[in-house]
């Protein structure tokens, strides 16, 4: 029996003393429960404290809103035709209605480069097939050879259609021109001549820079057709021409070329550079702009357009020209600028060009005198219509009208009533008492707390109260406003909405004194009634929530000594069950032995 665990209950004495001990040890914890039990109503109401304070919070966030005089100057505006202009408006703006008449729409400026002496010709001298009388063909071969020549776009070979009709009966002769990018200008004169058939009728000028086919006597000219797969055409600038007409290049073959380098354009003024041999740089309204002979024409004119320049720069490929066009309506110059060796502006024709001018925005008010805007926006500095911005889109007349915009403070009022429903509907929750069929009463956490129920008693006065000599001498209380309180509830319902309809429409000064006057306004009022209970470090409700919390930490120190008693007399108790196991395994063993040396059996 040496090794006889004696805490096994029962194990000598057949007595499960353990349980015993269990059963007691539950009964001494009795008292604990009382204690949780408190502990937990003092959670509840906690809680329930924390509820009310964030929902005078809530009233006082509300209340606040209310108490913003920015509230009550908001204004809606309209315009009677939204084509010919919008308005948009601040808040305390002018209010009223205004007959605005627009004359003239403002339009931007305009830079346009020069289109003569910047590109040079497509060939340097005048190209005929034949010259002399009779017509002798010329036996030079004169260029440039197509494929070098300074087109605006990209010569492709393959053929094209020449047709030529006979103007009395109409008969049409086509005939097909093979183009090879390897020709001549001279080469190519010669097979239109042959296509025409007469010859000396394909000319150059290159005093022009144009291309001529002369009409042979009695036929006119058909140019192109939907099979041609060269686009010679439309680099020599050629269209079939009138009946009774040559055809003659629309505009001048030589071009700048947008996807080409700066230092491989066209140019009759060579392009020279500042910063580096390579680079270069010129200001527009101000701004730099960097190039370099390895930029695109494309590439500069997008540097540009993406720059604070206030410029959209585009390339008029029919007049061959840099347009600078303002970004912004309004009659304004465009400044150009370059300095040192740095040409591009000359090169390129922009400081040789002209300005086209834009124009103002003309206006009247009320019919009153014309006035100007430099942009089609017209400020209130402009207009003397405070707070108003108007922005005209086309010339005609329109009436801009300006109200109050009440539904802002119908919202903030409609808020606070409903915040304040949320309090009292939460009080009387918390402290209400109801007694079932069974006659069980059931009360809420604070039933019995006066300080609470006085609360809502407090706030229905509050609201309730019609101020005399108050900031507003027509609205002295919700009351005026449509709002009331019964005998049943301490709740604010809407009994008479027109009361709320008629004060907007007609006083919003007088609702604007009553809720945002300092200290006498009903927001003022309501911040001094709930700031003092909701102040998070010495606000009532805090300070309230702070000592149930400190008295449950000391039922905590309570249970703690309560369950180390307990725990003391539970051990003792397991003591003397364990000796008495113990004297029990002893004498159990005693008489085993005596029955043994008797012989007795068991």
Same mark, same amino acid.
């Given at each position: 029996?040496?090794?006889?665990?004696?805490?096994?209950?029962?194990?000598?004495?057949?007595?499960?003393?353990?349980?015993?001990?269990?059963?007691?040890?539950?009964?001494?914890?009795?008292?604990?429960?009382?204690?949780?039990?408190?502990?937990?109503?003092?959670?509840?109401?906690?809680?329930?404290?924390?509820?009310?304070?964030?929902?005078?919070?809530?009233?006082?966030?509300?209340?606040?809103?209310?108490?913003?005089?920015?509230?009550?100057?908001?204004?809606?505006?309209?315009?009677?035709?939204?084509?010919?202009?919008?308005?948009?408006?601040?808040?305390?703006?002018?209010?009223?209605?205004?007959?605005?008449?627009?004359?003239?729409?403002?339009?931007?400026?305009?830079?346009?480069?020069?289109?003569?002496?910047?590109?040079?010709?497509?060939?340097?001298?005048?190209?005929?097939?034949?010259?002399?009388?009779?017509?002798?063909?010329?036996?030079?071969?004169?260029?440039?050879?197509?494929?070098?020549?300074?087109?605006?776009?990209?010569?492709?070979?393959?053929?094209?259609?020449?047709?030529?009709?006979?103007?009395?009966?109409?008969?049409?002769?086509?005939?097909?021109?093979?183009?090879?990018?390897?020709?001549?200008?001279?080469?190519?004169?010669?097979?239109?001549?042959?296509?025409?058939?007469?010859?000396?009728?394909?000319?150059?000028?290159?005093?022009?820079?144009?291309?001529?086919?002369?009409?042979?006597?009695?036929?006119?000219?058909?140019?192109?057709?939907?099979?041609?797969?060269?686009?010679?055409?439309?680099?020599?600038?050629?269209?079939?021409?009138?009946?009774?007409?040559?055809?003659?290049?629309?505009?001048?073959?030589?071009?700048?070329?947008?996807?080409?380098?700066?230092?491989?354009?066209?140019?009759?003024?060579?392009?020279?550079?500042?910063?580096?041999?390579?680079?270069?740089?010129?200001?527009?309204?101000?701004?730099?702009?960097?190039?370099?002979?390895?930029?695109?024409?494309?590439?500069?004119?997008?540097?540009?357009?993406?720059?604070?320049?206030?410029?959209?720069?585009?390339?008029?490929?029919?007049?061959?020209?840099?347009?600078?066009?303002?970004?912004?309506?309004?009659?304004?110059?465009?400044?150009?600028?370059?300095?040192?060796?740095?040409?591009?502006?000359?090169?390129?024709?922009?400081?040789?060009? $002209?300005?086209?001018?834009?124009? @103002? =925005?003309? /206006? &009247?008010?009320? *019919?009153?005198?014309?006035?100007? #805007?430099?942009? %089609? +926006?017209?400020?209130?500095?402009?207009?003397?219509?405070?707070?108003?911005?108007?922005?005209?889109?086309?010339?005609?007349?329109?009436?801009?009208?300006?109200?109050?915009?009440?539904?802002?403070?119908?919202?903030?009022?409609?808020?606070?009533?409903?915040?304040?429903?949320?309090?009292?509907?939460?009080?009387?929750?918390?402290?209400?008492?109801?007694?079932?069929?069974?006659?069980?009463?059931?009360?809420?956490?604070?039933?019995?707390?006066?300080?609470?129920?006085?609360?809502?008693?407090?706030?229905?006065?509050?609201?309730?109260?019609?101020?005399?000599?108050?900031?507003?001498? $027509?609205?002295?209380?919700?009351? @005026? =406003?449509? /709002? &009331?309180?019964? *005998?049943?509830?301490?709740?604010? #319902?809407?009994? %008479? +909405?027109?009361?709320?309809?008629?004060?907007?429409?007609?006083?919003?000064?007088?609702?604007?004194?009553?809720?945002?006057?300092?200290?006498?306004?009903?927001?003022?009022?309501?911040?001094?009634?709930?700031?003092?209970?909701?102040?998070?470090?010495?606000?009532?409700?805090?300070?309230?929530?702070?000592?149930?919390?400190?008295?449950?930490?000391?039922?905590?120190?309570?249970?703690?000594?309560?369950?180390?008693?307990?725990?003391?007399?539970?051990?003792?108790?397991?003591?003397?069950?364990?000796?008495?196991?113990?004297?029990?395994?002893?004498?159990?063993?005693?008489?085993?032995?005596?029955?043994?040396?008797?012989?007795?059996?068991?």
């Amino acid at each position: 029996m040496a090794g006889l665990d004696m805490s096994i209950s029962g194990l000598a004495s057949g007595f499960d003393w353990k349980s015993v001990v269990d059963q007691l040890t539950s009964v001494e914890r009795t008292p604990q429960t009382k204690v949780r039990t408190e502990q937990a109503t003092l959670a509840s109401r906690r809680t329930a404290l924390g509820q009310i304070a964030t929902q005078l919070t809530d009233l006082q966030t509300k209340a606040t809103a209310l108490g913003d005089s920015n509230l009550y100057s908001r204004r809606s505006v309209t315009s009677s035709d939204t084509s010919v202009a919008s308005v948009s408006a601040t808040e305390g703006a002018v209010t009223g209605s205004y007959s605005v008449t627009v004359t003239t729409l403002a339009t931007p400026a305009s830079w346009l480069g020069a289109t003569s002496g910047i590109i040079s010709p497509l060939h340097t001298a005048d190209v005929n097939t034949y010259s002399g009388t009779p017509p002798v063909a010329v036996n030079t071969d004169t260029g440039p050879v197509l494929s070098a020549a300074g087109w605006g776009s990209t010569l492709t070979a393959g053929t094209l259609t020449i047709g030529v009709q006979d103007s009395s009966t109409g008969a049409v002769t086509n005939s097909t021109v093979t183009v090879a990018t390897s020709d001549t200008l001279k080469d190519l004169l010669v097979k239109l001549d042959t296509a025409i058939g007469t010859t000396g009728s394909a000319t150059y000028s290159s005093t022009n820079d144009q291309v001529t086919i002369a009409r042979p006597d009695g036929k006119n000219l058909i140019l192109g057709a939907t099979s041609d797969t060269s686009n010679l055409l439309s680099c020599l600038k050629l269209f079939t021409p009138a009946s009774g007409s040559s055809a003659v290049s629309d505009s001048k073959l030589g071009s700048l070329r947008l996807s080409s380098s700066l230092s491989s354009q066209p140019l009759m003024t060579p392009l020279t550079y500042g910063t580096t041999e390579t680079t270069g740089a010129f200001s527009v309204n101000g701004v730099s702009i960097d190039y370099s002979s390895s930029s695109t024409l494309a590439t500069v004119l997008n540097s540009i357009n993406d720059s604070a320049a206030g410029v959209q720069a585009s390339f008029d490929s029919g007049l061959n020209r840099i347009v600078l066009k303002n970004k912004e309506p309004g009659n304004r110059g465009v400044v150009l600028d370059q300095s040192g060796s740095s040409n591009f502006l000359t090169a390129f024709g922009l400081t040789g060009g $002209t300005l086209s001018s834009g124009t @103002d =925005l003309v /206006y &009247s008010v009320n *019919g009153g005198a014309t006035s100007k #805007s430099r942009s %089609n +926006s017209i400020s209130a500095a402009d207009s003397g219509l405070t707070g108003l911005t108007i922005t005209a889109s086309k010339v005609g007349t329109t009436t801009i009208n300006s109200t109050n915009d009440t539904s802002a403070a119908r919202s903030a009022i409609d808020a606070l009533v409903n915040s304040v429903n949320r309090v009292q509907s939460l009080i009387s929750s918390l402290t209400v008492s109801n007694r079932d069929a069974a006659g069980k009463i059931t009360s809420g956490v604070l039933a019995y707390d006066q300080t609470i129920f006085q609360l809502g008693s407090s706030l229905r006065g509050l609201l309730s109260f019609q101020l005399s000599g108050g900031p507003s001498t $027509t609205i002295r209380g919700l009351a @005026d =406003l449509g /709002y &009331s309180t019964t *005998g049943y509830t301490n709740e604010l #319902s809407a009994t %008479n +909405s027109a009361s709320l309809n008629t004060a907007l429409s007609s006083q919003l000064s007088e609702v604007q004194k009553f809720f945002s006057t300092t200290t006498t306004g009903l927001s003022a009022r309501i911040t001094t009634f709930v700031k003092p209970m909701v102040e998070e470090i010495s606000g009532t409700l805090p300070q309230r929530q702070k000592g149930l919390t400190e008295q449950s930490a000391r039922l905590d120190d309570q249970l703690v000594a309560m369950e180390r008693r307990v725990q003391a007399n539970r051990e003792r108790l397991l003591a003397g069950f364990r000796a008495m196991e113990a004297a029990q395994a002893k004498s159990n063993s005693q008489m085993q032995f005596l029955n043994q040396k008797l012989g007795i059996s068991s």
